[in-house]
């Protein structure tokens, strides 16, 4: 198994910046691919940025040039840093990752909320 918990989430003004940090533990060996996916209300669970264990990164079209998605092995944290926040961006933003046999894992979600 392996366990995501994420962080950085809160309110802030269109145009400001966040970073969410993801942190994985146990069966990390077995990850290849992590990633943030936000779920706005009412509405679907959308792709923000991937990133692979051959740092090979994917950004959703809606977020390039103003998030990046990075990893720092050493603590086992994946980082998403949003700037040029917009209100369109609120959402629960949640943690992914993909391992060998197919599984995914999700972490429980942090909240981003963007004032006008």
């Known amino acids: 198994q392996v366990q995501l918990v994420e962080s950085g989430g809160g309110l802030v003004q269109a145009g400001g910046s966040l970073r969410l940090s993801c942190a994985a533990s146990g069966r990390i060996f077995s990850i290849h691919t992590m990633g943030w996916y936000r779920q706005a209300p009412g509405k679907q669970r959308d792709l923000v940025a991937t990133?692979?264990?051959?740092?090979?990164?994917n950004h959703a079209d809606s977020v390039k040039g103003r998030f990046t998605i990075s990893r720092d092995n050493s603590k086992n944290t994946v980082l998403l840093q949003m700037s040029s926040l917009k209100p369109e961006d609120t959402a629960v933003y949640y943690c992914?990752?993909?391992?060998?046999?197919?599984?995914?894992?999700w972490g429980k979600g942090t909240l981003v909320t963007v004032s006008s």
């Open positions: 990133i692979t264990s051959g740092d090979i990164t």
């Open positions: 992914n990752a993909r391992g060998t046999g197919n599984m995914i894992y």
